[in-house]
């Protein structure tokens, strides 16, 4: 089951260590301006930030500092007033809406603080959803792929139920598994453990640690935690709008 | 993808019941109403006892008259001179018949009035008609040319007059004048215009039986094609036909026009022609156009009411969307889905208008507005509900569609409904 | 208040214009429906100016191309009188009341012209026959017979017409457009004015008649000869059956159909009732349709604004105050799509469509308004009083 998850040899590589890093992400004088009629307010300002494949690095900062703006560029949700953004090497600028998603479809997998699991849909299927939109894959596959998600966080048991008989803790463990099915080049998660009791917060965070240790899954992770902080490998902060460290 | 897209639409469908109710009934009345609209008209047009072939039949109503000088226009049904000497020897027809829009005429029994709709036939329109006979037969090419005073009463009829169906060979006095009862029919719906009457007689008996060769007369024609293929020929070669016909009166009479046209058509260019009447045009695209632009609009109050449900709507499903968005879904994927949501509902509220239908019909038919006529449900029909079904799912669900599929997929995972 | 209710709606104005065309749609289809039902319903409850009750047509035909010789429709018309049980026979047209036939033409007198009038031809038997109500004047009999001019009796809307206030007894009119020689036949002196007579359908609005003397020879080229028979009270079948009969007994060439009046006219009117009813039932399910929409789009608004609602109460609304707001900012949405309506509505009778007088359009706008602005009140009450029970304090807590 594990080499499912590993069957597209171009998005996966291994481990990276240390001297070797090859940039997954690289955002270059990145600014983010929000505009209105009256007031302009500028939520990032001159960013440089390169994630190497393997690297788990978690942004840290108050409220308001951008690190949801800059986990939505990072996403490719949304885009920069000014600077590059590339991925796997390439800049995305020039794409279209369609390319976008299917790059955040292929490279990319997102971890909510809400967990933002669909209630209409059984676990299983919740962790199909990014798969569903890779119009080569069959049903078959798909299913496969997205319990062998599951199995790696710990929820074979628990495929057919939905989101509403789940803990908080295991429903994280879901939109882990969703962001896992694609197999993605990297994870970015905004406060994981944001709504998490300290127990199930101190779970995921080791189920992080684990991907990124034992399969090498790159993560970009928000976070309020001193804590949680430390156990990554690197730590950026912010304050208004500005890399500070 | 699709099976995932219809568990979702199922579990909207069954997450706020009373939306679902107020969608529904909308979508299920419009497409009952527009089906027992269709319904009436399937009767009217398509195939039914006794014009079981209709598909292979051709009809002419009239002959226009152009008169000389700029007089105006005469319209008339054509005489038996003209049926006789022309019609009956085009080639491509299997069969002609003939028959008359039905006059009044009057029967008593023994304290009653009967008012009847008499029809003038001949032995061929028999043939050509699949009538269902309770007892006896039609009369014959050989009685009509002989005069006889036979004649074929509806079941209704028979009853009335001699309170039994089973009249075969008795006599009936209608408009004082006796005629020998050769056969009983089922009731034919009054809608049915050329098959309708209550007694049918001879053409032979009718006062407009005139030997001359004048060409208006009170006869309309139905031509049978021997298949339904055939019918562009036979309609070409009585078009051909009539520009040989021999005009009787010229100094009166410059010109002659007439067709034979399939039912819809008859209908058509008798009821929308208002143009110059020398050109040929059946209107049947006209009619086709008035119809769907007629039913567009019908439907656009409901469909707007269902926008205007499904718009309000959207933020319930900000959240799905936004992570739809972020694992990959582009803006068509979503309009996809959601398109299919909609569809799913207009299908469930079509086959619901279709029960619906069912059971408006039955209180149409109890109350009958047309005598003998009873509506129903055919397959085509119900083919036509589908592709109603399907427009009226676009048309609710395209705007709010396109709508979902433009929310600001971060601001959909923050879970307010701003728009990009 | 108002000032801030329009500026909320404003603001929301795109949500808003769905409403708004919807309350428009809805608006046009009321208006639609309530002007067919004023105007069939007024001339349903217009008196048709003559008494149907007890009146036969009787109708005798010769045939096409066969004269009628008026020696032969004498005798018919004798002895039909003389069985017991036919109060009176009175010769006419072929355009019979509530059949499909008519004959119209517009007439003038010293300029002023009338709209397409229906003309029959009458015999001095027909005002016993039919019973029209005589205003002025007197109707036809045998004095006429000396007349220059044809005898004619009009109809009270057709005398305010061509003559106003003028007295119109002994005046002569004639065809709009008579042609260079007009024939003494074609030059009508009034003789007497009756009420206005709606001989078409229960549901159709009286229109000018004229009835014109008939002159002995105007039958010799008639096919058909078509008489209205007063009989008395109760006559039925038997007297049908004997009236055939004794047509026939004069002679067997002609055909005979008699007819009960009353029976034409419910027949008649079911071609304007099925009609009116599809087109009723159709406005209803639409108007239930659009009043369940818009309760649903209320309500679900209702709660998704429950922290607006929320916050207004800890400011110091109160809870009847929240009601009146929702209920007044869907008031004022009703407006915009009314206004919208009415604008449409209005050409009507701006532009006269149809030819109908203006009062029942502008009765129908003000009733189709009236309908929307209750049936919105209707939809808004409940949400509005869902909204007016928001706690504020769950409200906040829940943002």
Redesign the interface.
Known sequence: MENLLATSPETRSQPAAGLGATPVLRLTNIEKVYQTKTIETVALNQVNLTINRGEFVSVMGPSGCGKSTLLSLMGLLDEPTSGTIEVDGRAVQSYSDRELAGLRNLKIGFVFQSYHLINDLSVVDNVEVPLLYRKSMGGRECRQRALAALDKVGLSARTGHFPSQLSGGQRQRVAIARALAGGPEIILADEPTGNLDSVMGEEIMDLLLGLNRQDGVTIVMVTHDEQQALKTQRVVRFFDGSQVG | ?L??YL??AW??LM?RK??T??SL??VS??LM?LLVVMAMFDHLVGPGTPAKRVDRMLFVNVIRHQMVGGHGWMNMPASIHFVDDYVRKLKTPEKVGITTTSS???A??K???L?LDLTYTDGNFWQIMDFDFVSGRAFTGEEVKSAQRVCVLNETTARNYFGTPDVVGRTIEI??KRYRVAGVVRNVSAAHVYAYADVWVPYTLS??FYKDNRLSGEFLVVLLAPSAQAVPAVREEYRQMVKRVEIPNPKEVQAIFSYADPVLASFTRAILNHQDQTVDDDNIDTFYFMVGGLALL?M???A??????N???I?ERS??I????????????LVGQFLVENLVLALVGGLLGLGLAAGALALVNEAH?VAYAHFALSWRVFGWGMVLTLVFGLMSGVYPAWKMSRLN??AA?RGSGEQK | MLRHLFTLIWNRKRANLLLISEVFFSFVVLFGVGAVLITVGKNYFTPHGFNYEDVWRLEVRAGQGLKMPRAELDDVVRQVKALPGVRTVALTSGNLPFIFNTNNSAFAYKGKKSPPTNYYDADDHYLEATQLHLREGRWFTQTDDGSNHRPVVITQDLREILFGDEPALGKIFTFSEPGPNIKPEDEFQVMGVVDNVNMESDFSAPIPAMWKRLIPYDTTHWETASMLVRVAPGEGGVLQEKIARTVAGVTRQWTTEVRVVNDDRLHRRMFTLVPVVGLCIMGLFLIINVALGLFGVLWYNISQRRAEIGLRRAMGATGAGIGWQFLGEMMVVTTFGVVLGAVLAAQFPLLNAFDLPAEPYLLAIGAAALAVYLITALCAWQPSRLAAGIQPAVALREE
């Open positions: 993808m099976l995932s568990k979702i579990k909207v997450r009373f939306f109710f107020i009934f909308g009345f419009t109403i009044n005429a009057t008593f029994t304290s009653k009035l008012a408009d004082l006062p407009q019908f656009l109050l409901p707007l009411n269902l926008v205007n449900l718009v309000t709507r933020l959240g799905e936004g992570v739809r968005k972020a694992f990959g879904a582009a803006g068509p994927d507005p997929p971060v995972l």
